[in-house]
C-alpha cells in the first residue's frame, strides 16, 4: 500500500466526520433528516473514497477512475457547501431568510463547479523573458510541473500535454518537467506515458513526492520508454545550459550535499536546477545556480485554498527574481485529487533565455 493510499485511509474517519455534520447542517435548511439515514448516508461516501483507490493501485479500470473522480468532485463541493452554510446561518442570526434565497445561494456550488471544471481542463500557456550575462545562445525551454497522472486524470491529460507540446515544438527547444508526473491514485504502467515520445523536441524530467507513491522505478521505467531524459540527482548539458535534476520526496532519500552541488556549477554556463518544490532558492543562488525551476503548490488551485497556500509558501506560483537569479514556480498541468481550479490556471510556463 502506497504512502498515498494509505494517507487517504487515516484521514477518511475525518472526512466522514465533516461529511456527517455538513450534511445535517445543510438538512435542517429544508427541516432535518434521521440521523441513522445520515450515518448510511456518511458510510457510502466514506467507502466511496476509500474502496475505488485499493483496486486502482493494482489494476486501474474505468469504473474505479470514475468513481475517484466522482469522489475529488464531491470532495470540492464539500468546501464550497460549507462556505454557503457559513454564509447562510450567519444571515439567519439577523434576519430570517426564505427557502428561495437558500436554494439561489445553494445552487451557486453546481455553477461555479462547471467553471471550475472547465478551467482545470483547458491548458494556458504563459510567457516570460530571462536574462542572463553567460548565455552562449538563444533557448526557448517550457516549463511544466505536476501532470498528475493518476485516476482522477489518465491517458486524457498525457495526450493533452503531448499535443500541446507538439505545438509548442515549433518554437521551442526544451522541454522541463519539474516533477509529479504520476499521480500515485493509480498503478503506473510502462506504456502509459508513450504519447510524449512523439514530441518534436527533448523532454527533460525530474521526479518530485508524488512519483515516488506508485513505485519511482515505475514512472521512471515509463518516462524513458516515452522517450524522456530522466535527471535523478543528474545533470544534462544542453545548448550552453548545465541543467541538474534534483529529485525530491518526503520519505527515506540519500541526500544530495551542498558540496556535490557546488561541484556541478559550471561557471561559463547558465545553471538550472530543476525541484520540485519551491525551496531552498537563496541557497541554490548561493551556490551559483541562476535558475531553479519548481512546481508543487498548485497555486493553491483553487479558493479558498489560494490564500492558505500563499501563507504556506513564501513563492507560490509565478516568477521571481532576486540579483540576476530566477525561480520560476508553475502552478501545474493536472490537479491534485480534485478536477477543479478557481484562481489558477493549468499551465505550461515558455521561458525564453536571451543574453543580458
Known sequence: MSFRTKRVFIATPFYMLFEFFLLKYLFLLFGGINDGYLLIITLGLGCLQCIPMVFEEKNSTILGRFFTELFGLWAWSMVMILIDLIIIYLIKQFTDIS?????????SVPILGVYNYYIAHKLVVKQHTLKFDNLKEEVDIVHLSDIHFGAVRNSKII??????????????????????????????EEDDFLPLKDVGMPIIFTPGNHDYYP????????????????LNDEKFEFKGLNIFGLSFTFGDKKEVSNEVLKQVVNKNAVNIINYHVP???????????????????????FYPMIWFCRLMFKYNMGLFKENDNYLSVTTGVGSMDTPMRWGTNSELVVLKLRKK
Open 215 to 230: 513505485g519511482i522505478e515505475n514512472v521512471c521505467n515509463a518516462a524513458k520508454k516515452a522517450g524522456l531524459i530522466v
Open 279 to 301: 525551496y531552498n532558492w537563496d541557497l541554490f543562488s548561493n551556490l551559483g545556480f541562476n535558475l531553479q525551476l519548481s512546481g508543487h503548490t498548485h497555486g493553491g488551485q
Open 159 to 188: 495526450n493533452q500535454v503531448a499535443d500541446k507540446l507538439k505545438e509548442l515544438s515549433e518554437t521551442c527547444d526544451v522541454a522541463i518537467i519539474s516533477g509529479d508526473l504520476a499521480d500515485g491514485s493509480c498503478v503506473v
Open 99 to 107: 427557502i428561495t434565497v437558500v436554494c439561489i445561494l445553494l445552487s
